[in-house]
């Protein structure tokens, strides 16, 4: 209802009043709908829709990118995805019948296959020549480690479902995760992840209040290095820690893929490279609501049990905690939703750590150009590798003074540069001797 | 918020990238508000607002046609509805005092007789001024069969409530119904009425899924025919049972007035006529929610308990129902709400049984030219017959192949006919004796 | 959905139809937002926002004239009150630590002082440069008797917090209220203060059904006067009672300041002035939302417990009751807040006793002018006296007739009159001998 009120100024004291009050979120970098410069590049990704195990008897209503679909596994054990309205009357599929092969619409009986082609309509004498001319919108599936993957953008662009080298490594299964349901827009999720700089101060205020969650040295001093890697970007967060510098990093890959290592690493022992910890894909639901799927890399060996490392792995990533408990300890999901649904650009004061949307608006503006954003494969062997893991070198191999910010963020940079040559997960696999 | 995307083109597997994805539906079909097309049609008839058995001790809020009223029986027994907000302050009466005359506002006293004339205006000097220059919104009231009607529109055309032939069957008791709730537009709840091809799909989910609730033989092949008719438009539902042809009418009268027959005859035994089974008259409350209200129709020979054909005849007509099980076992509620709360007509690919929105669109035409809609009467003398029945005929009677579509849709269009010249309720009539 | 119908006619039974059906608000006058009207002008006061009592350990995320803001208390017990989102990412501060000078952003650790101040930007190498650019939009605090007050307005014209002079009463104490909440305009809430004719019948409903509420002789005729006094609008209310004339009066001072005088008082014994009863403050939340806060004052000898005043006072003032008891019983709560989400005026039609409006109206208009408004203060010896009161006076002392009007409303006059020569305060504390 406000106008919006504009006003510069030095800041003073209760400067209230002639802050900016209001303005309007970036749409074309925020919108996810069909024929938006924002929808139109996640259209050229493979979004999670469902866990594997939520289609079960009943077809499974669920929201993406702005559409209404429906998602179900057939008698034959065959996945679909189709728009949730029946072509016909537009009655909604979530109240159909699976079928030994498709899904039924409960008001007239038509059939649909799990591509959406029309197989039957029941009482029409026109019925072939109908079935010629009309079909179900639906899209292609993917299921990979428990999760319904879904491709939305045009059919004669369908990018390989990137199955990238983490999901490969000896002695670590992939376990399915949970739904992380964010009540905002996608690119907040996505800031998030590039942003390392909350790492060491929102992770960690659960530890000064007294619960374990991330290991304590998340919250010493840390240095920042962004780096554009072949699949997205990726930072490195280093750390002096006892007589090591350890150097952390997460990437960003393609438009919805997540690459974390272990919350629990604390570098006080040296390594070259660590297992996965967790892969995540953020859905757009729509513009104003996100879910997270993720798979738990697990390996073998790990000391902490499954049930407690879950419980850890998704603390603060929900909606499911009381209002005063995450006021008191607030996670990823209260800062990113703290946001608002779709969070102002123009009302921030970005400081020096604060990057990260740039590869995206890149791939929006490959996408507007006609072309192929950054992170889109149409060939397995076009995938790159992913370079989050951690790496942990005694001081004495590193050059400088351990202490001068200069000297911590040219090593990073340099580990950047050793894992273009050579990425973590190779360094592992030759360490684990495979 | 996403852009609406036009493609044609061919179906082909997978296809939701080049569906329409969105569009806005028909308000000037829809809309039921004061001033719209579909508004003032709907105004040229009497509407259900409350059952007689709702207005107790406290006044009613209901909502009609978009209007918030307030609906009352005073000291006298008469039933007054009026709009809702005190023309004084606007204060709701919702919160009025029911007096022995009238209704009497909570915050300054203002009484309204039941007709919205001010009676009284206490602590006012200029009362008798005032009371000549403003009144409440009201509307004309009717009861009957324990259901109050108003009439919304032009007072220098007021129609009579037409009292149906149904209405007088001897020995079949007219039984108030409940509220059936449902949250769409009132045009859905039209075209499922005046489609006959949904009852032999959607109405026999509940028995292939072991519920018994409809006959079993609604589920066997069935030929449709529709009728105009004096007051409004028949479909006839036409099959072969064992050694008979049975034919089955349903009747949409006027704008909002739906006649059923029994949802458990199952065609085994030659009639000329049953008796009515159920009425229904569709509310529109607003753009996107409508409420049907009923009347049984009860038998004294009916075998069924009365509680339990209650139960069978409500079932899955209402919003009271947990999700997995309208999922499971959905019924016309469920189908109708599931096509959005206003349905997008421009998304539908219709079939050959799918009419009926034809006759309403006639209706709308004529009171934007300024005349009465078809179904409107201001003389009971004008009000034409019924014709929902079911005529049950041995095949022997029947000329031609009955196991051919055409005998059999011929032999319907002659029952039409025949209803012409003798309208069910007739029949019925001649064959009770009386 | 509706379009709006405009029809003027002179009353007839049922007329509906010819009802004027839809308007808008006057958002000029009832817009809280900043840069409207009705926005700029109540920023020109002090506004309640929490009780003091609210704030403890975890930020309170309150609302004020559609701002969103995050008030708390810090470890040196300073009150601030902050635009919600953090000026750095715009993540809500509600989820922000409470330091012990100021608060601290949950995300990447901003911490700020009560005044909005950059204290501390975490990891941040150009720091200082940034804190001298950037503040978080802040206001000033008062607190008095247990409320926050904050001024919303600009800085250069803050006024001073109007100290009462019936704040300071002896023997008589200031008891912080509760949170009362109305879903609607604080118009509505404003126009509910300056309409003296509600008491007599709103407010003895209760009685009238059996409940003890105001004093009973609330129900008899009474006469209206409106006077313009210098802090604001009163309005005096006479009633002959027994053998005296009874003159209670009820000021709206400055934007959002209403003082009332006791519910109890029964006019048969005569008395010059009453001791304050309560006093309480309007925060427009936004557009449709209001807050009343208030503060009982309670004197040392009151006969009734203090819980049982309490539940009186604030019977019918609040949203928790459950809606057939509102029906049944309404109050002040019901009656405006069922007036709508934000009253139309233009389909309101008055009588003689409507006013009220005028005074914030010229307010306003003053402020639009560049003006300060009336009931604008810089100094506090410029704040004037309060005029709520109740004076009791023997008929004899009252020249003319007792019972006609015209004498009834000339001696209310004329107690107006001398109020303006000695304020029932003062006349109050004179009695008491101090």
Redesign the interface.
């Known amino acids: 209802?406000?106008?919006?009120?504009e006003i510069r100024r030095?800041?003073?004291?209760?400067?209230?009043?002639?802050?900016k009050?209001?303005a309007e979120p970036d749409?074309s970098l925020c919108?996810?709908?069909?024929?938006?410069p924002g929808?139109e590049y996640l259209?050229r990704f493979w979004h999670p829709v469902a866990y594997l195990s939520e289609l079960g008897?009943?077809?499974l209503r669920v929201r993406a990118l702005?559409?209404d679909l429906v998602a179900f596994r057939d008698g034959r054990g065959e996945v679909g995805v189709?728009?949730m309205?029946c072509?016909?009357?537009?009655?909604?599929l979530?109240?159909g019948?699976i079928e030994p092969r498709g899904i039924r619409c409960?008001?007239?009986?038509r059939l649909f296959?799990t591509?959406?082609?029309?197989l039957e309509?029941?009482?029409?004498?026109?019925e072939e020549r109908?079935k010629?001319?009309?079909?179900q919108?639906?899209?292609?599936t993917h299921v990979f480690a428990g999760i319904v993957f879904i491709y939305?953008?045009?059919?004669e662009r369908i990018p390989v479902f990137p199955h990238l080298d983490r999901f490969d490594v000896p002695n670590v299964s992939l376990v399915p995760g949970v739904r992380l349901n964010l009540e905002c827009n996608w690119v907040q999720i996505k800031?998030n992840v590039l942003d390392p700089?909350?790492t060491?101060?929102?992770h960690t205020?659960p530890q000064r209040r007294g619960m374990q969650h991330f290991a304590d040295e998340f919250e010493s001093?840390?240095h920042f290095t962004f780096l554009e890697m072949p699949g997205g970007l990726a930072y490195m967060g280093s750390r002096k820690v006892r007589d090591n510098i350890w150097v952390r990093s997460a990437e960003s890959y393609g438009a919805n893929i997540h690459c974390i290592s272990s919350i629990f690493e604390n570098g006080h022992v040296p390594k070259a490279a660590t297992a996965p910890f967790l892969t995540f894909w953020t859905l757009p639901v729509?513009?104003a609501v996100s879910v997270n799927f993720f798979i738990s890399h697990v390996s073998e060996n790990e000391n902490m049990p499954f049930e407690k490392r879950r419980e850890l792995e998704i603390f603060g990533q929900n909606d499911d905690r009381p209002y005063?408990e995450?006021?008191?300890l607030?996670g990823d999901h209260?800062?990113?939703v703290?946001?608002?649904p779709i969070?102002?650009h123009a009302?921030?004061?970005?400081?020096?750590?604060?990057r990260g949307v740039t590869l995206f608006r890149q791939g929006i503006a490959a996408v507007e150009r006609g072309e192929d954003p950054k992170g889109f494969y149409m060939k397995q062997e076009d995938v790159p590798p992913t370079f989050a893991s951690d790496r942990v070198v005694p001081i004495a191999e590193v050059q400088g003074d351990p202490d001068d910010a200069k000297t911590v963020i040219a090593f990073a940079e340099k580990v950047g540069k050793d894992y273009l040559t050579e990425p973590p997960i190779s360094v592992l696999k030759r360490d684990l001797g495979t």
Chains 1, 2, 3 share one sequence.
């Not at 591509?115 to 029309?118: F, Y």
């Not at 010629?132 to 079909?135: D, N």
Request: glycine share 14%; net charge negative; with cysteine.
């Open positions: 209802m406000a106008t919006t009120v030095k800041p003073a004291p209760f400067d209230g009043y002639h802050r009050q209001t749409m919108g996810v709908g069909r024929g938006t929808g259209r008897e009943l077809p702005g559409e189709l728009h309205r072509c016909h009357r537009n009655t909604s979530e109240y019948i409960c008001y007239h009986g296959d591509d959406g082609t029309v309509i029941p009482g029409e004498p026109a109908m010629a001319s009309v079909s919108g639906g899209y292609p939305m953008g045009p059919p800031e700089h909350h060491n101060f929102l205020i001093s840390v729509d513009d005063a995450r006021q008191f607030p209260d800062a990113q703290g946001q608002g969070n102002v009302t921030e004061h970005l400081g020096s750590h604060d």
